[in-house]
């Protein structure tokens, strides 16, 4: 019904901006932490890192929503091609949410992406995304699902340092320094933000538990209550027909 459809997108955009904002995309930035350019300092481009997290949700969104939705256009689709379909779009969002975090990084002089290394990590984003949607789909246990999410977390990983492996960066002492934010100054916020959204689903599926509970209970009143009425309302003893 529709109250079923709206809370599980809620459900699933809440799922997004927790994996995809805080697992994914905090990763990355947790990971430039040990990016270092001898001789320069270095800054982002806020612009670019938004971007970057925009990308890091609505590949989580698009990877969760492609095998449960209602649309029937989708379901009409074999289950196998929305797989394939689902893994290459989340793994070049995600390869899209690092290099995009990546063009937001301002040094004295130039970064330069070794194409080989560039289409070395979109293959593993993609590779992976099919793996961990396929063991998604066939999740039914918890021994399942952690390997999925294994899968997910290794993959971007592997993805970004696969990356990063490929840079090459020419110094210019001569150029001005560069304008942006530290790498701090995004994190600090980034970091407050993903315990929130951490928390919040987390506080969620304690009040949901706690209004069933709730539910039941008035459930139980109303029934033992109608009960007791309703046996108060008999007569005593038995009427015996003459």
């Given at each position: 019904n529709a109250w079923t459809s709206v809370a599980r997108t809620r459900w699933t955009l809440m799922a997004a901006l927790s994996i995809g904002g805080?697992?994914?995309?905090?990763?990355?930035?947790i990971g430039m932490m040990g990016f270092d350019v001898p001789g320069s300092?270095?800054?982002?481009?806020?612009?670019?890192?938004?971007?970057?997290?925009?990308?890091?949700?609505a590949a989580t969104l698009f990877g969760l929503r492609i095998l449960d939705t209602d649309a029937q256009w989708i379901r009409a689709l074999?289950?196998?091609?929305?797989?394939?379909?689902g893994g290459v779009i989340m793994g070049f969002a995600i390869a899209g949410m690092h290099y995009s975090g990546m063009a937001a990084v301002r040094?004295?002089?130039?970064?330069?992406?070794?194409?080989?290394?560039v289409t070395?990590?979109?293959?593993?984003?993609?590779?992976?995304?099919?793996?961990?949607?396929?063991?998604?789909?066939?999740?039914?246990?918890?021994?399942?699902?952690?390997?999925?999410?294994?899968?997910m977390g290794c993959a971007v990983v592997a993805l970004h340092y696969t990356g990063m492996a490929g840079i090459a960066v020419t110094v210019d002492p001569s150029a001005p320094h560069p304008e942006g934010m530290t790498i701090m100054t995004l994190l600090f916020p980034g970091f407050i933000i993903g315990?929130?959204?951490?928390?919040?689903?987390?506080v969620a599926l304690m009040a949901s538990a706690?209004?069933?509970d709730l539910e039941q209970e008035r459930e139980v009143a109303t029934?033992?209550?109608?009960?007791?009425?309703?046996?108060?309302?008999?007569?005593?003893?038995?009427?015996?027909k003459r």
């Open positions: 805080v697992g994914i995309w905090l990763m990355h930035f300092t270095i800054r982002y481009d806020l612009g670019l890192t938004l971007l970057s997290v925009a990308l890091a949700v074999p289950s196998d091609i929305r797989l394939l379909v040094i004295q002089g130039e970064l330069e992406q070794g194409r080989s290394y070395a990590s979109v293959a593993i984003g993609v590779v992976a995304s099919i793996v961990a949607l396929w063991l998604s789909r066939v999740a039914e246990r918890p021994a399942v699902r952690i390997p999925a999410a294994a899968v315990v929130t959204l951490l928390a919040v689903p987390v706690s209004t069933q029934w033992f209550g109608g009960g007791g009425a309703e046996t108060a309302s008999r007569p005593h003893g038995r009427h015996v």
